[in-house]
């Protein structure tokens, strides 16, 4: 039997392996993304928009449907593309030989020409609370996965669905992230199935809505990853620069909770818009060049798809929604982002600890499954 003092220094070796960790700079990137939505009536053929994704240094494109002109434009190119399966097909998806369908005219087609490797199943479903499109989720991610099995197409096409931030109950601090009690159910269906799969989980962040919310607390520095004072969480001892890395922490504390530590995660949608209505706080050309400019520059250890590509003039709702485009229909930037494949080597804390919330998580619990033992 070990004494009181070897477990405590064991715990210590431990915590201090953990204070290393994050401590180190972020110096692997994932991919650059872009959301190419079209609910426009003057936006320009797809053929034109490959050389622009091309030339902010995306390497990915996120489209809402299965667009045939879109998926032809981008054939012979290197850029992964995601479609999606519509919320409204969600029902017929729960058949398997439908499932096969759609797979076969709207994937199989265009490949190997196309290089398809996601299929986004729904968008923001949960947040909907539409017990018709909830129930018949998972079991369309399901098929749709089948459909990739039977046709051998698994291994290079993922079955996802983005998740609106909403899903979320506490995400400040990070580390106390934690999802909606009466989502969970649905929630765990869908972690038990990336987990199957190796597929991630994605969410929508948007940093500018908290700000539009609550702009008189919430400094504008904080959120357009600008130099500021941050904050430190009580319980980590991180140290966060910018609401984006805080949130994307706060979502794996509330995997984690769950029992989803390994469960990868994937920014769907991000972006800040240009123009808006008179009560839409921060909604300028200025903030827009900053957060999507700064953002796009960094080392971010997940995919992040920014949104969106292009203003699109028939989206309803405010005037924000119909300018979250880097891009004029003309082809011409809304604003100038910078050079976005000169990254740059971050080293705050914040940036250098993205995924320090599994970390902590993890030695916290060797540190107690050890001491147990010893």
């Not at 290089?115 to 018949?136: A, K, P, Q, R």
């Not at 597929?199 to 008189?216: M, Q």
């Not at 504008?220 to 949130?247: C, H, I, R, W």
Request: negative net charge.
């Amino acid at each position: 039997m070990e004494s009181d003092s070897s477990k405590s220094n064991f715990c210590l070796l431990l915590f201090f392996l953990l204070v290393s960790t994050t401590m180190l700079p972020a110096m692997v990137s994932a991919s650059l993304g872009i959301n190419y939505g079209q609910i426009g009536d003057n936006l320009p053929a797809p053929e034109k928009a490959v050389p622009l994704v091309q030339s902010i240094g995306a390497t990915k494109v996120r489209l809402y449907d299965a667009n045939p002109l879109v998926l032809r434009a981008f054939a012979g190119t290197d850029i992964e593309l995601t479609v999606e399966v519509g919320n409204e097909h969600l029902s017929e998806m729960s058949d398997p030989q439908k499932a096969l369908d759609w797979v076969r005219s709207n994937v199989q087609e265009y490949l190997p020409a196309t290089n398809i490797t996601g299929i986004m199943v729904g968008n923001e479903v949960l947040t909907l609370y539409d017990s018709g499109l909830s129930n018949n989720l998972v079991a369309a991610m399901q098929t749709i996965h089948g459909a990739l099995l039977t046709l051998g197409l698994d291994k290079q096409i993922k079955v996802t669905t983005s998740h609106s931030f909403n899903v979320m109950e506490t995400s400040y601090p990070p580390s106390a992230g934690a999802f909606k009690q009466d989502l969970t159910g649905h929630i765990t269906e869908i972690l038990e199935f990336h987990n199957q799969t190796g597929s991630p989980f994605c969410v929508n962040i948007y940093p500018y809505f908290a700000y539009k919310a609550n702009p008189e607390k919430i400094p504008l520095a904080y959120v357009v990853f600008e130099p500021n004072s941050g904050f430190v969480d009580p319980n980590t001892s991180v140290k966060y620069d910018n609401m984006f890395f805080g949130q994307i922490d706060a979502v794996y504390s509330a995997l984690s909770l769950l029992g989803f530590e390994e469960v990868s995660v994937c920014v769907a949608e991000t972006g800040w818009p240009s123009k808006g209505d008179a009560d839409e706080a921060g909604a300028t050309i200025d903030n827009a060049a900053k957060y999507n400019g700064n953002l796009m520059k960094m080392n971010i250890e997940v995919d992040v798809y920014i949104f969106a590509l292009f203003n699109e003039n028939r989206k309803p709702g405010p005037t924000s929604e119909r300018n979250f485009g880097l891009f004029k229909p003309d082809t011409s930037p809304v604003y100038f982002v910078g050079d976005t494949t000169n990254k740059l080597n971050t080293t705050d804390e914040a940036s250098a600890s993205l995924s320090a919330i599994k970390r902590f998580r993890l030695i916290l619990f060797l540190c107690l499954a050890s001491t147990a033992l010893l």
